[in-house]
């Protein structure tokens, strides 16, 4: 892929998991970046909020993302609500209208959407939600990269976390038997480093790219691979056949397991019922890969572990001072 000169990108849904990554990664590479939240005042402790220009606004509104979107070439948009109350589908929905036409209206020259590797057929909710996203964005006059991404593996991660929560508290435990679905993770290095480099593809660009790992796994050899790595006990989960109409409970005897909140946890689970593993690999022939390759499943996790209990006590580095893999400031209090 042709290489570019750095322009200016707006980064929606920066106070989340990627974007609080996403934004030192773009000022690194030479990116003007622009950032707009509805609460602009959890930013102006970032330690990049100097080198960023952080504006308030409502993804909701035309007018504020008209504001946002002007002189943008590159907008990256991580937007999705993961809560599950309400109609949740029809925020999202909108949202992605209102940036699909804001963005045209603006002259920007790409949209870049982090979606959701998934089959085919029926979806749960979320997955089906984060679909329809990216096919709002494609069908748009703007040229759009829509990168689907399963399980982002890194500290702070909401998927990351669950795995962590889970590998820790489940010792011997019976588990629906769709738990021996595979999926395919990716380490969060390599996610942004795809995301960077999206920016500067050709304006005949405008389809979905599958990215992930390496490695191949069930979620039950997450678990027990990362209970390893962690040096835990070993783990015993016991498959059981379950109806996937049990989604619902499991996820709600997560939410209770785990201190990762009821609406994050209870989409994550109910998209357990679907491999969700690469069907191409045509992102390989634009971005090339970090140097060295992409991260394996156990690479990712240690990376993600590396500086656990280290630092200095209560306090926590800002994204960008360190491997993106790590916990940070601006990961929920849930995480670690």
């Known amino acids: 892929m042709d290489t570019m000169t750095p322009g200016r990108a707006l980064v929606l849904g920066a106070t989340g998991y990627v974007g609080s990554r996403l934004v030192p990664q773009l000022l690194d590479a030479g990116w003007s970046t622009r950032v707009m939240s ?20 409502d993804a909701s509104s035309a007018d504020d993302m008209a504001t946002a979107c002007a002189d943008v070439d590159v907008v990256y948009y991580l937007l999705h609500s993961m809560d ?60 759009t990269t829509v990168l689907q991404a ?6 702070g991660s909401a998927s990351f976390e669950l795995l962590r929560h889970l590998s820790a508290r489940l010792i011997v435990a019976p588990a629906p038997d769709w738990v021996l679905n595979r999926l395919q993770p990716i380490a969060i290095r390599d996610a ?50 379950a109806p996937k109409l049990l989604t619902g409970i499991a996820g709600e005897v997560v939410g209770r397991l785990t201190p990762v909140p009821r609406g994050v946890a209870a989409p994550l689970v109910g998209s357990l019922v679907h491999e969700v593993i690469c069907h191409e690999h045509d992102i390989e022939d634009l971005i090339e890969p970090e140097l ?45």
């Open 38 to 57: 509805r609460h602009p005042q959890r930013l102006t402790d970032r330690a990049w909020s100097a080198r960023a220009e952080i504006v308030g606004g």
């Open 84 to 143: 599950g109350t309400g109609d949740f589908a029809q925020r999202d929905r909108e949202l992605a209208d209102v940036c699909a036409q804001v963005a045209a209206d603006a002259g920007v020259r790409r949209i870049v959407y982090l979606g959701a590797l998934h089959p085919s057929g029926p979806l749960s909710p979320h997955l089906a939600s984060r679909v329809e996203v990216g096919e709002i964005l494609l069908a748009g006059e703007v040229p």
């Open 150 to 155: 399963a399980v982002v593996l890194g500290a």
């Open 192 to 241: 942004l480093h795809y995301l960077v480099e999206s920016a500067a593809m050709g304006p005949d660009v405008n389809r979905s790219f599958d990215i992930g790992g390496p490695d191949v796994l069930s979620y039950r050899d997450m678990v027990l691979q990362y209970a390893d790595i962690a040096g835990l006990r070993r783990r015993h989960l016991l498959t059981l056949q």
């Open 292 to 336: 060295g390759g992409l991260l394996s499943f156990e690479l990712a996790v240690l990376a993600a572990l590396e500086n656990e209990g280290r630092g200095e006590p209560g306090r926590l580095p800002e994204p960008g001072a360190q491997d993106p893999a790590y916990r940070t400031s601006a990961d929920p209090t849930w995480a670690g």
